[in-house]
C-alpha cells in the first residue's frame, strides 16, 4: 500500500475520520444509521485504504452504505453498476471511435501516419468509464461497484489490478495512475461465490436486517412524526414478515415508506385492516401477499396478543 | 494476557480458524495487523469486529469465527486465570433449594428466555448449574449435564399447554433463546471444569454437525429454506458461469453454411451450437426409514423446488416396498406437512421398518421399467443398509443400464461405508456414489446434476 499511501493528498488525509465514534456519528449526520461493524469497517476502509466486500440480502442497505460514506466524507460517489456481459469497455474506458473518424477525415491528406496515430490516441480521444473516473478524478471519491456477483468471473479477474494496485493499463497510453486514493465499496447479494482471490483483497462486512430497535432508530428517523407506538408496531411487524418464508422480504427502505404511507393516512395504530389496505407496499408478490395475509393478518387480528 | 503476547495469540487464532476450514491467508493476517494498529484493543466488540473483517470473508466464514473466536478466548483467559490461581466467586452459597424455589427459579428462567435477556441468563445459568449439580451428581460429561440441566428446567420449545396460561412456557420458548442459554449452560460448566481440575480440556473441533445437513426430526425449517432459495439462485446463474468455456463450443456446419451466403460463400462468420442446459427427466427413489429420513424428506424438497430446472420429475420413497410421492410435492410447499403426509399416507408398508433394496428394485423396475430411456437420469438417496437381506445388485444393474445416468446420495460420511451392514460398494460398480450429509455437498451434486452440455455433442 505504499504507493497508494504517497499518492495520498494532504487534503485527504486531513479529511479522513479520527475515531470509529467520528464515523458513527458522521454516518448518523447524513441519514444513514449504522450497526457497530458497519462503523468499524468503514472507518478501517478509510484508514487502511483497502476496498470493502459488503455482503446481505436484498434491500438492508448496502448501496446506500456507500452513498452515506460519500455524502459524510464530501466525496462524490462513482457508481459502477455491474450486470451479466459488463466488460471493460464498459467499466473502463473506451476509445470515442466516431470522435478519431472524424479527427482522421478532417486531417485526410498531407498528415503522415506517425503523426495522426499519435494524435487520435491521446486522452481527448478516451471515453472514461465508471473505473476510470475513480482513478483519473482529481478530488478523492467515492467507488461503488454495485451487485459485484452479476459479473462474470473475468471481470472479477480485471478488477484485482484496479483493487490492489489502483492503476489501469492502457496500451496506447501506458499506465493511469491514481492521483488520489478512492474508496472501495463492492457489494453482493451472494447469489455467486466470489473469487478467494478478490475477497483476499477486502476486508469484509455482513449486513443483515438490523435488530428491532436499531430498525426502530431508522425509521423514526426518517418518519420522525410517526408516533413511537405505531413505528413500535410497525417495526415489530415487518420483523413478522420477514420471518415468513417469502420470495421477496421487505428492505428497509420499504419499512421506512411503509411508515410514511401510515404517516399520510393519519393512522394511529396498526390493525388488520390497516394492514391489509397498505401491505402492498412492503410485499410485492402475489404469493407472498396470501402467505403474509394469512400468517401475520391472523396474529394482528387479536389484540391480546399485542405484547 | 500481555500485549507483547498478542502477535503469537492472533496467529494461534488464525491457526485455529485454518483447522476448522477457513482460509486465513498471509495478507488476510497481515491485515488483521494492519487493523489492530488502528482501532483500540480495550473494546471487545471492535476488536472482534476487526479481526473478522479481515480474517472471515463469508457468511459461513463469519459464523465459525465467531465460534472459534468465542472459544480461542475463553480457553485462553482461563488458562491465564488458572495459572495464577484465580477463581471465581461460586454460587454455592444458594445452600440447598425446595421446590418451591426451585419454581421459582424456573419461571425466572423462561421469563429470562422469553425477553432474551443476556445478562440475567448468564447469572441464571450459573444458579441453575449451582442448584442441579447438587441434586443430582454431575455425569462429567458436558453434553449431558446440559441436557439433564435443561430438562430438569422444563425448558422446551414446544408449547407446553398443560402449564398455566401466564406461565411463560405457555407457549413454548423462543428457540434462539434456548439455544443460547444451553450455549451459557455449557460455557459456565466448562469454566467450572477448568477451576476443578485447573487445566484445560484438548480442544474439540467444532462439531461437524454444525454444519451438517439437518438430520434431527426438529430439522430447522427456516433453514431448509435458505438453503433452497440459495441453491435456486445460484443455479439460476449458471447460465452465466458457461459462458467461458466459449472455446469448447462445436461449430454449427448447417448453420454457418448458410450464413456463408451473405458474403459469397467464404464462411467469414462462425456459427455455434447452442449449449443449452441439461434439463434431465429425473427419477428419485428416496429411503424414508428412520435412520435417513430427514435427508430424503430435505432432499425431494430441494429437488421440487428446483423442478422446473428438469423436464419431468418423479419421485418415489421406500421402505421395504416404494410409493410415489410425486403429487405430494406437487400440491404442498410446507416443508412439514410434506414429511407429515409421507409419514401417514405415502403408504410404504413398513410391517418390519426395515428396507428391503431387492424387493424395492424389483419394483421401481417394474413401475418405471418402459419409460426409462438412455436420458433419464436415476437418483437414488439411501444409506444402503440392507439389514442382512439380499442387495439383489443385479436388478440395480439392470435400472443402471436403461437409465443413462444414476447417482447415488449417501447421507452417512464415507468413512462408515461398507461397514456393518451397508452394501453401498455393490452398488457402487453401476452408479456413482456421493456423499451428501452437508449443505455444500447437496449443493455440489446438484451442479454437476445440472450442469449444461453441448446439445447434440456426439
Not at chain 1, 2 to 8: E, G
Not at chain 1, 111 to 117: C, F, I, P, Y
Not at chain 2, 106 to 121: P, S, T, V
Not at chain 2, 269 to 293: A, H, M, N, Q, W
Amino acid at each position: 500500500m505504499s504507493v497508494s499511501a504517497s499518492a495520498r493528498s494532504e487534503e485527504e488525509v486531513s479529511a479522513s475520520p479520527e475515531s470509529v465514534e467520528a464515523v458513527r456519528e458522521g454516518l448518523r449526520g447524513v441519514g444513514y444509521l449504522p450497526g457497530e461493524s458497519t462503523a468499524l469497517v468503514s472507518y478501517l476502509a478509510t484508514k487502511l485504504g483497502k476496498p470493502v466486500l459488503v455482503e446481505g440480502p436484498a434491500g438492508v442497505g448496502k448501496t446506500e452504505l456507500a452513498k452515506a460514506v460519500a455524502r459524510y466524507l464530501g466525496r462524490e460517489l462513482v457508481r459502477l453498476q455491474c450486470y451479466e456481459g459488463l466488460d471493460e469497455a464498459k467499466a473502463l474506458y473506451e476509445w470515442n471511435y466516431r470522435k478519431q473518424l472524424l479527427r482522421i477525415q478532417a486531417e485526410a491528406s498531407g498528415t503522415g501516419w506517425e503523426a495522426v496515430q499519435e494524435d487520435i490516441f491521446g486522452e481527448e480521444f478516451l471515453l472514461a468509464r465508471p473505473l476510470m473516473t475513480a482513478i483519473a478524478s482529481e478530488q478523492p471519491v467515492v467507488l461503488l461497484i454495485d451487485e459485484i456477483d452479476k459479473t462474470d468471473q473475468e471481470f472479477e479477474a480485471m478488477l484485482l489490478e484496479v483493487l490492489s494496485d489502483f492503476q489501469i493499463s492502457i496500451p496506447e497510453l501506458g499506465l493511469v495512475r491514481s492521483r488520489t486514493h478512492p474508496i472501495v465499496l463492492l457489494t453482493s447479494n451472494n447469489s455467486r461465490e466470489l473469487t478467494e482471490a478478490l475477497k483476499r483483497r477486502c476486508l469484509y462486512l455482513w449486513l443483515d436486517y438490523p435488530a428491532l430497535e436499531h430498525e426502530l432508530e431508522i425509521v423514526r428517523l426518517h418518519a420522525p412524526e410517526l408516533p413511537q407506538t405505531v413505528a413500535r408496531r410497525l417495526v415489530e411487524v415487518v420483523g413478522m414478515v420477514r420471518a415468513l418464508d417469502l420470495k421477496k422480504p421487505p428492505s428497509i427502505a420499504e419499512s421506512i415508506d411503509w411508515a410514511r404511507a401510515l404517516l399520510l393516512l393519519g393512522v394511529d395504530e396498526i390493525d388488520a385492516d390497516t394492514f391489509f389496505e397498505t401491505m402492498s407496499v412492503i410485499v410485492k408478490h402475489r404469493t407472498d401477499m396470501d402467505v403474509v395475509a394469512e400468517r401475520v393478518g391472523l396474529k394482528l387480528g387479536a389484540p391480546a396478543d399485542v405484547a | 494476557m500481555s500485549p507483547e503476547g498478542l502477535p503469537a495469540r492472533i496467529l494461534e487464532l488464525a491457526e485455529e480458524l485454518r483447522r476448522e476450514g477457513v482460509a486465513v491467508g498471509t495478507s488476510e493476517l497481515l491485515d488483521a495487523f494492519a487493523v489492530l494498529g488502528e482501532i483500540s484493543w480495550t473494546s471487545q466488540e471492535d476488536f472482534r469486529e476487526a479481526l473478522a473483517a479481515t480474517l472471515a470473508k463469508s457468511q459461513e466464514d463469519r459464523r465459525v469465527f465467531e465460534l472459534v473466536f468465542e472459544r480461542f478466548f475463553f480457553r485462553a483467559t482461563e488458562l491465564a486465570a488458572a495459572r495464577q490461581g484465580i477463581t471465581e466467586q461460586d454460587a454455592a452459597s444458594l445452600g440447598e433449594l425446595n421446590e418451591e424455589e426451585l419454581d421459582a427459579l424456573r419461571a425466572q428462567i423462561a421469563a429470562a428466555l422469553r425477553e432474551g435477556a443476556e445478562g440475567a441468563m448468564r447469572d441464571l445459568a450459573r444458579m441453575a448449574i449451582a442448584a442441579f449439580a447438587r441434586r443430582q451428581e454431575g455425569s462429567g460429561v458436558i453434553g449431558v449435564d446440559v441436557q439433564r440441566i435443561r430438562r430438569a428446567l422444563g425448558l422446551r420449545a414446544e408449547p407446553q399447554p398443560e402449564l398455566p396460561p401466564q406461565d411463560p412456557r405457555h407457549e413454548g420458548l423462543p428457540r434462539e433463546a434456548l439455544r443460547r442459554f444451553e450455549a451459557l449452560l455449557r460455557r459456565e460448566l466448562e469454566r467450572a471444569q477448568i477451576e476443578r481440575t485447573g487445566s484445560l480440556p484438548p480442544a474439540r473441533p467444532l462439531g461437524e454437525l454444525d454444519r451438517a445437513l439437518p438430520s434431527g426430526p426438529l430439522a430447522d425449517l427456516a433453514a431448509v429454506h435458505r438453503v433452497v432459495a440459495q441453491l435456486r439462485r445460484r443455479l439460476a446463474t449458471q447460465g452465466l458461469q458457461a459462458r467461458g468455456h466459449r472455446r469448447h463450443a462445436h461449430v454449427d456446419v448447417r448453420r454457418t453454411m448458410r450464413a456463408s451466403l451473405q458474403t459469397g460463400g467464404v464462411p467469414v462468420v462462425l456459427k455455434f451450437r447452442p449449449r443449452r442446459p441439461r434439463r434431465p427427466e429425473i427419477y428419485v427413489l428416496c429411503d424414508v426409514s428412520t435412520s435417513v429420513t430427514s435427508a430424503s424428506v430435505f432432499f425431494l424438497s430441494v429437488l421440487h423446488a428446483l423442478h422446473d430446472t428438469f423436464r419431468k420429475m418423479r419421485s418415489f420413497v421406500f421402505i421395504e416396498r416404494i410409493s410415489e410421492v410425486t403429487d405430494i410435492f406437487e400440491h404442498e410447499r410446507n416443508f412439514k406437512a410434506v414429511s407429515e403426509r409421507i409419514a401417514s399416507d405415502a403408504g410404504v408398508a413398513d410391517i418390519s421398518g426395515y428396507t428391503d433394496y431387492g424387493r424395492v428394485w424389483s419394483e421401481f423396475l417394474g413401475d418405471v421399467e418402459d419409460d426409462l430411456h438412455p436420458r433419464a437420469t436415476v437418483i437414488v438417496l439411501g444409506d444402503a443398509r440392507t439389514n442382512g437381506r439380499d442387495p439383489r445388485a443385479d436388478i440395480f444393474a439392470q435400472i443402471a443400464a436403461r437409465a443413462g445416468r444414476t447417482f447415488w446420495l449417501n447421507p452417512e460420511p464415507r468413512l462408515y461405508w461398507n461397514y456393518g451392514d451397508s452394501v453401498i460398494a455393490a452398488y457402487e460398480r453401476y452408479c456413482t456414489a456421493f456423499e451428501c450429509w452437508t449443505t455444500a455437498q447437496l449443493e455440489d451434486f446438484v451442479r454437476a446434476l445440472t450442469r449444461p452440455v453441448i446439445a447434440a455433442a456426439r
